[in-house]
């Protein structure tokens, strides 16, 4: 883990997840793409943009992916948390795999899906606000978690 992979969060998670997370870790700058896929990048790809953050919630680990696609490149502003325009705000339950350097492996029947809200992206393309509704699919289909404050990627 790089020395300043953790970073400072302000996030809330109510509903069916209940915490206040002031830190995650975004422990690699270069990832081979975006998205959970791409764990722990941070910026655009083309016209992509993603930033994605690992955490833990008491004894488990999740993985928080923001995700704009804008034609002509993603730019600073508020994107939607579910699908359109906006690839949206996804959260997965998985866990860090200690023998591929903490890459983040999802456990495929645990993932929530932007359903309402924004986020946004600020100037320094960095860092922004959440303030989203995710439900479950698969193993979590009844579940639902807001998330809500600032957030804080890979410098």
Request: hydrophobic letters at 35%; aromatic letters at 10%; one cysteine or more.
């Amino acid at each position: 883990m790089k020395a300043r992979a953790c970073h400072p969060e302000s996030l809330t998670f109510s509903g069916d997840i209940s915490a206040h997370l002031t830190n995650a870790v975004t422990d690699r700058s270069i990832a081979p793409s975006p998205g959970y896929g791409g764990d722990n990048y941070c910026g655009n790809v083309g016209e992509q943009y993603t930033a994605t953050l690992k955490f833990s919630i008491g004894d488990e680990s999740f993985l928080l992916d923001l995700g704009a696609n804008q034609y002509q490149g993603v730019t600073p502003g508020r994107y939607t948390a579910g699908f359109g325009n906006s690839i949206g705000v996804d959260l997965f339950l998985g866990y860090a795999d200690p023998d591929n350097h903490g890459e983040f492996v999802t456990d495929d029947r645990v993932l929530w899906l932007g359903a309402s809200g924004s986020f946004t992206i600020a100037r320094d393309m960095k860092s922004g606000t959440v303030d989203a509704t995710v439900s479950g699919l698969g193993g979590t289909s009844a579940s639902t978690v807001q998330i809500k404050g600032s957030w804080r990627c890979a410098a």
